[in-house]
Protein backbone atom coordinates (compact mmCIF):
# COMPACT_ATOMS: atom_id res chain seq x y z
CA UNK A 1 0.00 0.00 0.00
CA UNK A 2 1.78 3.06 -1.16
CA UNK A 3 1.99 6.33 0.80
CA UNK A 4 2.75 8.58 -2.45
CA UNK A 5 -0.32 10.48 -2.81
CA UNK A 6 -1.52 14.23 -4.07
CA UNK A 7 -3.88 16.38 -2.31
CA UNK A 8 -3.25 15.82 1.91
CA UNK A 9 -6.72 14.74 3.59
CA UNK A 10 -8.22 17.67 4.96
CA UNK A 11 -8.62 16.18 8.40
CA UNK A 12 -4.65 15.63 9.15
CA UNK A 13 -2.46 17.88 10.54
CA UNK A 14 0.74 19.50 8.81
CA UNK A 15 3.88 17.06 9.36
CA UNK A 16 1.27 14.20 8.83
CA UNK A 17 1.97 12.14 5.43
CA UNK A 18 -1.58 10.61 4.82
CA UNK A 19 -2.88 12.00 1.70
CA UNK A 20 -6.53 12.18 0.70
CA UNK A 21 -5.28 9.45 -1.89
CA UNK A 22 -4.06 6.90 0.89
CA UNK A 23 -6.94 7.53 2.95
CA UNK A 24 -8.94 6.67 0.09
CA UNK A 25 -6.75 3.07 -0.24
CA UNK A 26 -6.63 2.57 3.29
CA UNK A 27 -10.16 2.68 3.42
CA UNK A 28 -10.69 0.26 0.59
CA UNK A 29 -7.71 -1.99 2.21
CA UNK A 30 -9.54 -1.83 5.58
CA UNK A 31 -13.00 -3.13 4.10
CA UNK A 32 -10.79 -5.88 2.16
CA UNK A 33 -9.37 -7.03 5.36
CA UNK A 34 -12.76 -7.65 7.52
CA UNK A 35 -14.13 -9.30 4.35
CA UNK A 36 -11.16 -11.50 4.53
CA UNK A 37 -11.89 -12.39 8.17
CA UNK A 38 -15.75 -12.47 8.01
CA UNK A 39 -16.13 -16.38 8.55
CA UNK A 40 -19.97 -15.84 7.39
CA UNK A 41 -21.44 -15.18 11.32
CA UNK A 42 -18.59 -13.28 12.35
CA UNK A 43 -14.81 -12.31 11.95
CA UNK A 44 -11.58 -13.54 13.26
CA UNK A 45 -9.47 -11.52 14.79
CA UNK A 46 -6.80 -13.02 12.13
CA UNK A 47 -6.71 -15.87 9.65
CA UNK A 48 -4.19 -17.38 11.11
CA UNK A 49 -2.94 -16.14 14.67
CA UNK A 50 -6.83 -16.08 16.35
CA UNK A 51 -8.33 -17.94 14.15
CA UNK A 52 -12.21 -17.47 16.12
CA UNK A 53 -14.56 -14.76 17.57
CA UNK A 54 -12.42 -12.84 20.43
CA UNK A 55 -14.59 -10.71 23.18
CA UNK A 56 -13.93 -7.53 22.78
CA UNK A 57 -12.12 -7.50 19.40
CA UNK A 58 -15.70 -8.33 18.18
CA UNK A 59 -16.68 -4.60 19.93
CA UNK A 60 -14.08 -3.07 17.69
CA UNK A 61 -14.87 -5.02 14.52
CA UNK A 62 -18.59 -3.99 15.05
CA UNK A 63 -17.96 -0.20 15.30
CA UNK A 64 -15.75 -0.88 11.79
CA UNK A 65 -18.06 -3.04 10.18
CA UNK A 66 -21.18 -0.13 10.87
CA UNK A 67 -19.33 2.02 8.44
CA UNK A 68 -19.37 -0.85 5.99
CA UNK A 69 -22.25 -3.58 6.37
CA UNK A 70 -24.77 -2.85 8.93
CA UNK A 71 -25.92 -6.19 8.66
CA UNK A 72 -22.77 -7.73 9.68
CA UNK A 73 -21.83 -5.27 12.62
CA UNK A 74 -25.18 -6.80 14.03
CA UNK A 75 -24.19 -9.77 13.51
CA UNK A 76 -20.73 -9.38 15.23
CA UNK A 77 -22.04 -8.70 18.14
CA UNK A 78 -24.63 -10.85 18.01
CA UNK A 79 -22.92 -13.76 17.85
CA UNK A 80 -20.49 -12.90 20.03
CA UNK A 81 -23.70 -12.58 22.72
CA UNK A 82 -24.60 -16.17 21.62
CA UNK A 83 -21.90 -17.28 24.07
CA UNK A 84 -22.97 -15.38 26.50
CA UNK A 85 -23.24 -17.68 30.09
CA UNK A 86 -26.42 -17.55 32.00
CA UNK A 87 -24.54 -15.71 34.86
CA UNK A 88 -24.68 -12.95 32.15
CA UNK A 89 -20.58 -13.02 31.11
CA UNK A 90 -19.68 -12.44 28.06
CA UNK A 91 -16.86 -15.09 27.39
CA UNK A 92 -13.68 -14.09 25.83
CA UNK A 93 -13.46 -16.57 23.22
CA UNK A 94 -16.15 -18.03 21.08
CA UNK A 95 -15.05 -20.66 19.21
CA UNK A 96 -15.59 -21.77 15.90
CA UNK A 97 -16.71 -25.51 15.44
CA UNK A 98 -14.73 -25.19 12.06
CA UNK A 99 -11.38 -24.74 13.59
CA UNK A 100 -9.36 -27.40 14.78
CA UNK A 101 -8.69 -27.88 18.09
CA UNK A 102 -4.71 -27.35 17.28
CA UNK A 103 -5.08 -24.33 15.64
CA UNK A 104 -5.16 -22.02 18.72
CA UNK A 105 -4.19 -23.03 22.14
CA UNK A 106 -5.99 -22.85 24.33
CA UNK A 107 -9.06 -24.53 22.23
CA UNK A 108 -11.97 -25.70 23.72
CA UNK A 109 -11.18 -28.68 24.57
CA UNK A 110 -8.78 -26.84 27.65
CA UNK A 111 -11.68 -24.66 28.74
CA UNK A 112 -14.43 -26.96 28.96
CA UNK A 113 -17.26 -24.41 29.22
CA UNK A 114 -20.06 -26.91 30.47
CA UNK A 115 -21.65 -23.72 31.54
CA UNK A 116 -22.02 -21.80 27.95
CA UNK A 117 -25.17 -22.19 25.92
CA UNK A 118 -26.17 -25.81 24.38
CA UNK A 119 -24.21 -26.46 21.22
CA UNK A 120 -21.43 -23.11 21.73
CA UNK A 121 -17.85 -23.66 22.88
CA UNK A 122 -16.25 -20.48 24.50
CA UNK A 123 -13.36 -19.83 27.48
CA UNK A 124 -14.63 -19.02 31.07
CA UNK A 125 -12.59 -15.56 31.08
CA UNK A 126 -14.34 -12.20 29.99
CA UNK A 127 -12.35 -9.38 28.44
CA UNK A 128 -12.58 -5.49 28.88
CA UNK A 129 -16.52 -4.67 27.88
CA UNK A 130 -16.83 -2.49 25.80
CA UNK A 131 -20.09 -4.10 24.12
CA UNK A 132 -22.92 -1.73 25.00
CA UNK A 133 -20.35 1.08 23.46
CA UNK A 134 -20.24 -0.58 20.35
CA UNK A 135 -23.81 -1.71 20.18
CA UNK A 136 -24.80 2.09 20.51
CA UNK A 137 -22.66 3.02 17.90
CA UNK A 138 -23.96 0.16 15.40
CA UNK A 139 -27.21 1.43 16.13
CA UNK A 140 -26.42 5.06 15.37
CA UNK A 141 -24.59 4.15 11.95
CA UNK A 142 -27.80 1.72 11.23
CA UNK A 143 -29.25 3.65 7.87
CA UNK A 144 -32.35 1.89 8.53
CA UNK A 145 -33.39 3.13 12.06
CA UNK A 146 -36.33 0.21 12.70
CA UNK A 147 -33.42 -1.96 12.06
CA UNK A 148 -31.01 0.09 14.57
CA UNK A 149 -33.80 -0.02 17.32
CA UNK A 150 -35.41 -3.97 17.14
CA UNK A 151 -31.43 -4.79 16.98
CA UNK A 152 -30.55 -2.42 20.40
CA UNK A 153 -33.94 -4.01 21.78
CA UNK A 154 -32.14 -8.03 21.12
CA UNK A 155 -28.92 -6.82 22.88
CA UNK A 156 -30.05 -4.53 25.25
CA UNK A 157 -31.43 -7.55 28.31
CA UNK A 158 -28.10 -9.22 27.31
CA UNK A 159 -25.98 -6.39 28.17
CA UNK A 160 -27.38 -5.09 31.05
CA UNK A 161 -26.74 -9.18 32.21
CA UNK A 162 -23.46 -8.69 31.52
CA UNK A 163 -23.37 -5.57 33.86
CA UNK A 164 -24.77 -7.16 36.37
CA UNK A 165 -22.17 -9.84 36.46
CA UNK A 166 -19.40 -7.68 36.43
CA UNK A 167 -21.33 -5.65 39.44
CA UNK A 168 -22.22 -8.61 41.31
CA UNK A 169 -19.82 -11.24 41.07
CA UNK A 170 -16.33 -9.14 40.20
CA UNK A 171 -16.94 -6.56 42.85
CA UNK A 172 -14.02 -8.63 44.61
CA UNK A 173 -12.94 -5.11 46.28
CA UNK A 174 -15.70 -4.03 47.54
CA UNK A 175 -16.07 -0.41 46.34
CA UNK A 176 -18.10 -2.00 43.00
CA UNK A 177 -14.88 -2.16 40.48
CA UNK A 178 -14.36 -4.84 38.62
CA UNK A 179 -11.33 -6.83 39.09
CA UNK A 180 -9.94 -9.23 36.74
CA UNK A 181 -8.84 -12.70 37.67
CA UNK A 182 -6.26 -13.50 34.92
CA UNK A 183 -4.41 -10.92 32.19
CA UNK A 184 -6.15 -12.15 29.32
CA UNK A 185 -9.10 -10.55 30.54
CA UNK A 186 -7.36 -7.33 30.80
CA UNK A 187 -6.63 -7.13 26.82
CA UNK A 188 -3.12 -6.25 27.56
CA UNK A 189 -1.96 -10.03 28.52
CA UNK A 190 1.52 -9.09 28.14
CA UNK A 191 1.75 -5.88 30.07
CA UNK A 192 4.38 -4.86 32.47
CA UNK A 193 1.15 -4.10 35.36
CA UNK A 194 0.99 -7.56 35.39
CA UNK A 195 4.69 -8.58 36.17
CA UNK A 196 4.42 -7.87 39.85
CA UNK A 197 1.31 -9.87 40.81
CA UNK A 198 1.74 -12.87 38.09
CA UNK A 199 5.13 -13.03 40.58
CA UNK A 200 3.12 -13.56 43.15
CA UNK A 201 1.37 -16.42 41.70
CA UNK A 202 2.92 -19.55 43.32
CA UNK A 203 3.25 -22.43 40.59
CA UNK A 204 2.23 -26.32 41.94
CA UNK A 205 5.18 -27.76 43.47
CA UNK A 206 5.91 -30.43 40.36
CA UNK A 207 5.80 -27.14 38.11
CA UNK A 208 3.07 -26.53 35.28
CA UNK A 209 1.44 -29.42 34.21
CA UNK A 210 2.73 -29.97 30.21
CA UNK A 211 0.96 -27.94 27.49
CA UNK A 212 1.95 -27.05 23.91
CA UNK A 213 2.10 -23.12 22.87
CA UNK A 214 0.73 -22.72 19.65
CA UNK A 215 1.21 -18.86 19.46
CA UNK A 216 4.50 -18.48 17.97
CA UNK A 217 3.66 -20.54 15.07
CA UNK A 218 2.84 -18.02 12.85
CA UNK A 219 4.86 -14.79 14.28
CA UNK A 220 8.44 -13.88 15.42
CA UNK A 221 8.85 -15.81 18.67
CA UNK A 222 10.04 -12.44 19.99
CA UNK A 223 7.03 -11.13 19.97
CA UNK A 224 5.03 -13.08 21.88
CA UNK A 225 4.98 -13.66 26.00
CA UNK A 226 7.97 -15.40 27.76
CA UNK A 227 7.92 -19.01 28.61
CA UNK A 228 7.68 -18.42 32.56
CA UNK A 229 4.84 -15.70 31.62
CA UNK A 230 2.85 -18.05 29.54
CA UNK A 231 3.13 -20.73 32.52
CA UNK A 232 1.82 -18.39 34.91
CA UNK A 233 -0.97 -17.91 32.44
CA UNK A 234 -1.76 -21.73 31.95
CA UNK A 235 -1.61 -21.95 35.08
CA UNK A 236 -4.09 -19.20 36.38
CA UNK A 237 -6.77 -20.47 33.69
CA UNK A 238 -6.73 -24.25 34.82
CA UNK A 239 -7.01 -23.31 38.33
CA UNK A 240 -10.42 -21.12 37.42
CA UNK A 241 -11.61 -23.49 35.39
CA UNK A 242 -10.99 -26.37 37.68
CA UNK A 243 -12.65 -24.21 39.94
CA UNK A 244 -16.18 -24.00 37.72
CA UNK A 245 -15.09 -20.59 37.03
CA UNK A 246 -16.58 -19.57 40.58
CA UNK A 247 -16.05 -15.80 41.27
CA UNK A 248 -16.44 -16.41 44.81
CA UNK A 249 -13.21 -18.63 45.62
CA UNK A 250 -10.16 -17.56 46.59
CA UNK A 251 -8.11 -16.02 43.54
CA UNK A 252 -3.96 -16.14 43.02
CA UNK A 253 -4.62 -12.98 40.47
CA UNK A 254 -7.22 -10.43 41.90
CA UNK A 255 -6.20 -6.82 40.19
CA UNK A 256 -9.09 -3.81 39.61
CA UNK A 257 -7.58 -2.43 36.20
CA UNK A 258 -8.15 0.96 34.73
CA UNK A 259 -8.43 0.36 31.19
CA UNK A 260 -11.19 -2.61 32.07
CA UNK A 261 -13.04 -0.10 34.41
CA UNK A 262 -12.58 3.18 32.27
CA UNK A 263 -14.31 0.52 29.41
CA UNK A 264 -17.26 -0.76 31.98
CA UNK A 265 -18.04 2.81 32.87
CA UNK A 266 -17.83 4.05 29.26
CA UNK A 267 -20.55 1.25 28.57
CA UNK A 268 -22.60 1.78 31.22
CA UNK A 269 -23.01 5.50 30.02
CA UNK A 270 -23.85 3.67 26.96
CA UNK A 271 -26.34 1.41 28.37
CA UNK A 272 -28.27 4.74 29.53
CA UNK A 273 -28.76 6.21 26.42
CA UNK A 274 -29.74 2.92 24.86
CA UNK A 275 -32.30 2.52 27.56
CA UNK A 276 -33.39 6.07 27.16
CA UNK A 277 -33.56 5.50 22.92
CA UNK A 278 -35.64 2.41 23.76
CA UNK A 279 -38.01 4.02 26.70
CA UNK A 280 -36.42 1.95 29.29
CA UNK A 281 -35.68 2.87 32.70
CA UNK A 282 -32.09 4.26 33.05
CA UNK A 283 -31.84 5.21 36.40
CA UNK A 284 -30.13 1.80 37.24
CA UNK A 285 -27.34 2.47 34.66
CA UNK A 286 -26.78 6.33 36.08
CA UNK A 287 -26.79 4.95 39.09
CA UNK A 288 -23.99 2.56 38.64
CA UNK A 289 -21.32 5.03 36.49
CA UNK A 290 -21.56 7.45 39.28
CA UNK A 291 -20.19 3.98 41.47
CA UNK A 292 -17.73 3.34 38.90
CA UNK A 293 -16.64 6.93 38.45
CA UNK A 294 -16.39 7.49 42.18
CA UNK A 295 -14.59 4.19 42.88
CA UNK A 296 -12.04 4.92 39.43
CA UNK A 297 -10.95 8.27 40.80
CA UNK A 298 -11.28 7.07 44.94
CA UNK A 299 -9.05 3.91 44.51
CA UNK A 300 -7.36 4.07 41.09
CA UNK A 301 -6.31 7.56 40.73
CA UNK A 302 -2.77 8.08 42.58
CA UNK A 303 -2.71 11.83 43.12
CA UNK A 304 0.64 11.86 44.27
CA UNK A 305 2.33 10.35 41.02
CA UNK A 306 -0.54 11.90 38.89
CA UNK A 307 -1.62 9.05 37.57
CA UNK A 308 -4.67 6.31 37.55
CA UNK A 309 -3.18 2.80 38.39
CA UNK A 310 -4.02 -0.52 38.70
CA UNK A 311 -5.05 -2.06 42.31
CA UNK A 312 -3.72 -5.51 42.98
CA UNK A 313 -6.48 -7.02 45.58
CA UNK A 314 -4.13 -9.64 46.83
CA UNK A 315 -1.12 -7.24 47.84
CA UNK A 316 -3.26 -4.95 48.84
CA UNK A 317 -1.74 -1.82 46.72
CA UNK A 318 -1.50 0.05 43.41
CA UNK A 319 0.64 -1.42 40.62
CA UNK A 320 3.29 1.29 40.20
CA UNK A 321 4.19 1.00 36.66
CA UNK A 322 3.48 3.69 34.07
CA UNK A 323 1.52 1.72 31.22
CA UNK A 324 -1.10 2.77 28.87
CA UNK A 325 -3.82 1.44 31.25
CA UNK A 326 -3.19 4.59 33.37
CA UNK A 327 -4.56 6.57 30.31
CA UNK A 328 -7.86 4.83 29.90
CA UNK A 329 -9.89 6.65 31.82
CA UNK A 330 -10.25 9.83 29.98
CA UNK A 331 -13.15 7.25 28.86
CA UNK A 332 -14.73 8.69 31.91
CA UNK A 333 -17.04 11.98 31.00
CA UNK A 334 -17.26 13.26 34.69
CA UNK A 335 -13.17 12.95 34.91
CA UNK A 336 -12.23 16.31 36.68
CA UNK A 337 -11.06 18.89 34.30
CA UNK A 338 -7.44 19.22 36.15
CA UNK A 339 -7.30 14.97 36.52
CA UNK A 340 -8.40 14.81 32.48
CA UNK A 341 -5.38 17.65 31.91
CA UNK A 342 -2.86 15.19 33.68
CA UNK A 343 -3.81 12.18 32.08
CA UNK A 344 -3.57 14.03 28.35
CA UNK A 345 -0.35 15.54 29.58
CA UNK A 346 1.02 11.99 30.70
CA UNK A 347 -0.32 10.55 27.22
CA UNK A 348 1.77 13.58 25.27
CA UNK A 349 4.97 13.34 27.59
CA UNK A 350 8.07 11.53 26.19
CA UNK A 351 6.83 8.04 28.09
CA UNK A 352 4.38 7.44 25.72
CA UNK A 353 5.13 9.55 22.77
CA UNK A 354 7.89 8.33 20.74
CA UNK A 355 10.52 10.96 18.82
CA UNK A 356 8.81 10.20 15.94
CA UNK A 357 4.88 10.56 17.35
CA UNK A 358 3.91 7.46 16.32
CA UNK A 359 0.80 6.73 18.95
CA UNK A 360 0.71 5.86 22.56
CA UNK A 361 3.14 3.35 23.29
CA UNK A 362 1.16 0.39 25.74
CA UNK A 363 4.41 0.31 28.08
CA UNK A 364 6.46 3.44 29.71
CA UNK A 365 9.12 4.14 26.56
CA UNK A 366 11.51 5.62 29.17
CA UNK A 367 11.06 2.61 31.88
CA UNK A 368 13.23 -0.59 32.41
CA UNK A 369 10.17 -2.93 30.98
CA UNK A 370 10.51 -1.07 27.55
CA UNK A 371 10.19 -4.12 25.03
CA UNK A 372 9.41 -2.82 21.66
CA UNK A 373 8.97 -6.10 20.26
CA UNK A 374 6.78 -7.74 22.74
CA UNK A 375 2.89 -7.62 22.35
CA UNK A 376 1.73 -5.51 24.74
CA UNK A 377 4.90 -4.21 26.49
CA UNK A 378 5.68 -1.33 24.25
CA UNK A 379 4.03 -1.55 20.86
CA UNK A 380 1.40 0.79 19.61
CA UNK A 381 -1.89 -0.31 18.93
CA UNK A 382 -4.76 0.42 16.72
CA UNK A 383 -7.21 0.15 19.01
CA UNK A 384 -5.41 2.09 21.87
CA UNK A 385 -5.31 5.32 19.92
CA UNK A 386 -8.74 5.13 18.64
CA UNK A 387 -10.24 4.33 22.37
CA UNK A 388 -7.53 7.07 23.81
CA UNK A 389 -8.84 9.35 20.68
CA UNK A 390 -12.43 9.01 21.54
CA UNK A 391 -11.43 9.84 25.40
CA UNK A 392 -9.68 12.78 24.70
CA UNK A 393 -12.56 14.33 21.98
CA UNK A 394 -15.05 13.41 25.84
CA UNK A 395 -13.24 16.05 27.05
CA UNK A 396 -13.05 18.74 24.48
CA UNK A 397 -9.17 17.76 23.86
CA UNK A 398 -9.69 17.48 19.79
CA UNK A 399 -6.30 19.15 19.07
CA UNK A 400 -4.14 15.60 20.77
CA UNK A 401 -7.02 13.31 19.57
CA UNK A 402 -7.13 14.75 15.77
CA UNK A 403 -3.12 13.95 15.99
CA UNK A 404 -3.62 10.59 17.44
CA UNK A 405 -6.19 9.78 14.68
CA UNK A 406 -4.29 11.10 12.03
CA UNK A 407 -1.14 9.10 13.14
CA UNK A 408 -3.05 5.86 13.32
CA UNK A 409 -3.63 6.20 9.71
CA UNK A 410 -0.31 7.28 8.75
CA UNK A 411 1.49 4.25 10.84
CA UNK A 412 -0.97 1.69 9.36
CA UNK A 413 -0.43 3.23 5.76
CA UNK A 414 2.91 2.99 6.46
CA UNK A 415 3.33 -0.24 7.69
CA UNK A 416 0.22 -2.01 7.01
CA UNK A 417 -2.64 -3.71 8.56
CA UNK A 418 -0.67 -5.06 11.47
CA UNK A 419 -1.47 -6.53 14.80
CA UNK A 420 0.95 -3.69 16.30
CA UNK A 421 3.51 -1.27 15.83
CA UNK A 422 6.92 -0.74 17.07
CA UNK A 423 6.97 2.06 18.79
CA UNK A 424 10.03 4.04 17.94
CA UNK A 425 10.55 2.81 14.46
CA UNK A 426 6.91 1.73 13.31
CA UNK A 427 7.41 -1.55 12.01
CA UNK A 428 4.62 -3.42 11.81
CA UNK A 429 4.79 -6.32 14.00
CA UNK A 430 2.92 -9.58 15.27
CA UNK A 431 -0.22 -11.17 12.49
CA UNK A 432 -0.88 -9.28 9.30
CA UNK A 433 -4.47 -8.43 8.48
CA UNK A 434 -5.36 -7.69 11.66
CA UNK A 435 -9.24 -6.83 12.09
CA UNK A 436 -9.02 -4.43 14.60
CA UNK A 437 -6.79 -2.45 13.02
CA UNK A 438 -8.97 -1.93 10.08
CA UNK A 439 -11.55 -1.47 11.87
CA UNK A 440 -9.85 1.41 13.90
CA UNK A 441 -8.95 2.60 10.66
CA UNK A 442 -12.54 2.75 8.91
CA UNK A 443 -13.80 4.54 11.64
CA UNK A 444 -11.54 7.05 12.00
CA UNK A 445 -11.19 7.56 8.46
CA UNK A 446 -15.16 7.78 8.25
CA UNK A 447 -15.39 10.81 11.13
CA UNK A 448 -13.14 13.17 10.17
CA UNK A 449 -12.46 15.67 13.19
CA UNK A 450 -14.57 13.22 15.32
CA UNK A 451 -18.04 13.38 16.45
CA UNK A 452 -18.74 14.52 20.17
CA UNK A 453 -18.79 12.25 22.89
CA UNK A 454 -19.66 14.03 25.20
CA UNK A 455 -23.84 14.66 26.84
CA UNK A 456 -24.74 16.96 24.04
CA UNK A 457 -23.64 14.64 20.99
CA UNK A 458 -25.26 12.02 22.89
CA UNK A 459 -28.58 14.31 22.47
CA UNK A 460 -27.79 14.88 18.88
CA UNK A 461 -27.29 11.48 18.48
CA UNK A 462 -30.49 9.94 20.12
CA UNK A 463 -32.70 12.42 17.54
CA UNK A 464 -31.10 10.63 15.04
CA UNK A 465 -32.61 7.29 16.04
CA UNK A 466 -36.03 9.24 15.70
CA UNK A 467 -38.40 8.87 18.88
CA UNK A 468 -37.69 6.53 21.65
CA UNK A 469 -39.80 3.20 21.50
C1 LIG B 1 -4.37 -11.42 22.44
O1 LIG B 1 -4.75 -12.37 23.42
C2 LIG B 1 -4.85 -13.77 23.15
C3 LIG B 1 -5.42 -14.43 24.40
O2 LIG B 1 -6.70 -13.93 24.65
C4 LIG B 1 -3.52 -14.41 22.82
O3 LIG B 1 -2.47 -13.77 22.90
O4 LIG B 1 -3.53 -15.60 22.46
C5 LIG B 1 -4.57 -10.04 23.09
O5 LIG B 1 -3.98 -9.05 22.31
C6 LIG B 1 -6.07 -9.77 23.29
O6 LIG B 1 -6.29 -8.46 23.75
C7 LIG B 1 -6.83 -9.97 21.99
O7 LIG B 1 -8.21 -9.85 22.27
C8 LIG B 1 -6.54 -11.33 21.36
C9 LIG B 1 -7.14 -11.46 19.96
O8 LIG B 1 -6.81 -10.34 19.18
O9 LIG B 1 -5.13 -11.53 21.25
Known amino acids: MGCAGSRRAPHLREGMTTTAADAAGLVRAAEAVLAANWTGRSTVASRRQYPHQWGWDAAFIAVGWARVDERRAAHELESLLRGQWADGRVPHIVFDPGVAEEAYFPGPRFWRSAAAPAGVATSGLTQPPLYARAALEVALRSRDAEAGRAFLRRVYPRLGALHAYLAGRRNAGGAGLAAIVHPWESGLDDSPAWDEPLAAVELPPGGVAPYERRDREHVDPRERPTDAAYDRFVH ?20 EDPLFNAIWLWSTHALVEIAELLGADAAPHHEVAAGL ?3 LVGRLWDARRGRFLP ?9 DRRTVQSLAPLLDPDLPAEIAARVCAELESPHFRGPQGLGVASADLLG ?6 RYWRGPVWANLNWLLARG ?7 GPAGVLEATTLELVCRSGM ?15 DFSWTA ?11 GEGC ?11 LAKPI
Open 236 to 255: LARVYRDGGYADDRDAAFLV
Open 293 to 295: HAA
Open 311 to 319: RDLIAGRLV
Open 368 to 373: PDLDCR
Open 392 to 398: LRQHGLH
Open 418 to 432: REYFDPLTGAGRGAA
Open 439 to 449: AAVLDIAANPG
Open 454 to 464: GRRAARRRAGR
